[in-house]
């Protein structure tokens, strides 16, 4: 399979040959499963096509454009991960689902012939291969994170909530909310092992999330889900290293108190002039503009998230629109973007009961 095919949701279109959607849900918290919708080219509304309801919590989606193969977590104590064929109709299901011999994994991501996921129960990332097909195969190499934090409740061990490779594909990050770190680490080509090249310790109890990489590949930026800002960081590709610069407040100076932010997804413009966050508790987007120097993000604008606990954001390939997945209201809501200022306006919304995950295909 080629590598360079596969997608996070950011960019494509489907084997079918039409402009998708693919929603994940809670099926725990009311959801039915993982929603295949069709995208309007035009305006960018969602109508429903099909839905899937074969793997229990299906909390996190990665798509493979390659092979027309979407991946999906089984967010549950036993944790596991199934793949499903995109068709004219939606998912066609390749097989049952296989353990990845973690707990609670949150995300998942391809890198060359594995598959990866963050078990955030557990504190492990596992590594998964894939077969000619793009059908995971058992057993998974596991990496244990080790370490703590200072918050008792939530960072009483470690918490691996997200795994992405790097637009090299050199390097493998996973971010850590428990351990407060990133680390880095090589995928070894004989038995898709990770090695840890180095872990990069951020600042205690901010409980570092998701992160996601400047277009140029050169900055990262990491959010933090215990306090609301952003980490600026210096990624060389070259030496895999991770260079933090400076701490970004994701509310504006004088911002009323009283509700807690739980900031939840980053996701930068493909042309590289904008960010935006997902913040669930304050239920709003924030929009940063990159435009003087992309290590400089700019808060220009908060918006509201148009319903309640906005878990995961996404740009649409053209980056002209954002979809926001509000789980405990349960729609997804997609915001015209503004060309100059990145200012995102609601445009519609599509009924998705416990929403959690966005990509596109």
Do not use: K
């Amino acid at each position: 399979m080629n590598g360079a095919g596969r997608t996070d949701g950011t960019e494509g279109t489907s084997r079918s040959g039409g402009h998708r959607a693919y929603i994940g849900s809670f099926t725990s918290g009311g959801g039915r499963g993982v929603l295949t919708a069709t995208v309007d080219p035009v305006t960018g509304a969602l109508t429903p096509l099909a839905v899937t309801g074969t793997l229990p919590d299906p909390s996190y989606l990665a798509l493979d454009r390659s092979s027309g193969v979407l991946y999906a977590v089984s967010e549950s104590d036993e944790g596991a991960v199934g793949a499903f064929r995109t068709t004219a109709g939606g998912l066609a299901a390749l097989g049952p689902a296989v353990p990845v011999a973690g707990s609670g994994p949150t995300h998942i991501a391809l890198a060359g012939s594995r598959l990866l996921t963050a078990n955030y129960t557990s504190g492990s990332v596992s590594s998964l291969p894939l077969d000619a097909e793009g059908t995971p195969r058992g057993p998974a190499t596991v990496l244990a994170h080790t370490g703590a934090g200072p918050d008792a409740a939530r960072q009483e061990g470690p918490h691996a909530h997200q795994v992405v490779p790097d637009p090299t594909g050199r390097w493998v990050l996973s971010v850590d909310l428990g351990t407060d770190s990133v680390r880095v680490c090589a995928l070894d080509p004989a038995d898709g092992a990770l090695r840890v090249r180095a872990e990069v310790a951020l600042r205690a109890g901010t409980g570092p999330r998701h992160l996601a990489f400047h277009p140029s590949g050169a900055v990262v930026y990491v959010l933090h889900e215990l306090e609301p800002q952003l980490t600026v960081c210096r990624w060389n590709a070259n030496a895999g290293l991770l260079e933090p610069l400076r701490e970004v407040p994701l509310a504006p100076e004088g911002a009323p108190d009283g509700v807690r932010a739980y900031p939840s997804a980053v996701v930068a413009a493909p042309d590289g002039r904008f960010l935006w966050v997902a913040v669930r508790g304050t239920d709003t987007l924030a929009t940063f503009s990159l435009t003087a120097d992309p290590t400089l993000p700019r808060l220009t604008d908060t918006t509201s998230s148009g319903g309640s606990w906005p878990r995961d954001l996404a740009v649409d390939p053209s980056g002209r629109r954002l979809y926001a997945a509000n789980e405990r209201s349960g729609e997804v809501v997609w915001f015209d973007v503004d060309p100059e200022s990145g200012r995102p306006r609601r445009s519609g919304a599509l009924p998705v009961p416990a929403a959690t995950c966005v990509v596109f295909g």
